[in-house]
């Protein structure tokens, strides 16, 4: 994912729907397929991760955070 920001990678605990979960680790399997093995070649965990990344680049979380009222809950 080509970034033209500085980025860092931070580890957390994220709380999403488990439809969304399920949504992503069946696209990402459909996507890359099976190996001669029969196997998925990709990783879902990383997949997780990378939809994240995305989602926060490009719906401008950045912004988000700057902005104070959204800390009250």
Same mark, same amino acid.
């Given at each position: 994912?080509?970034? %033209?920001?500085?980025?860092?990678t931070? =580890? ?7 439809? %969304? *979960?399920? @949504?992503?680790?069946? =696209? @990402?399997?459909?996507? %890359? ?9 990709v ?5 997780? %991760?990378?939809?994240?990344?995305r989602? *926060? *680049? ?11 009222? =959204?800390?009250?809950?």
């Amino acid at each position: 994912m080509p970034q %033209s920001e500085d980025t860092i990678t931070v =580890n957390v605990v994220v709380e999403m729907t488990t439809a %969304s *979960l399920k @949504a992503i680790v069946e =696209n @990402a399997k459909r996507l %890359s397929g099976r190996n001669e093995k029969g196997h998925y070649t990709v990783d879902t965990a990383d997949k997780v %991760s990378e939809m994240i990344s995305r989602f *926060l *680049l490009e719906k401008d979380f950045e912004h988000f955070v700057k902005t104070t009222e =959204n800390y009250r809950q």
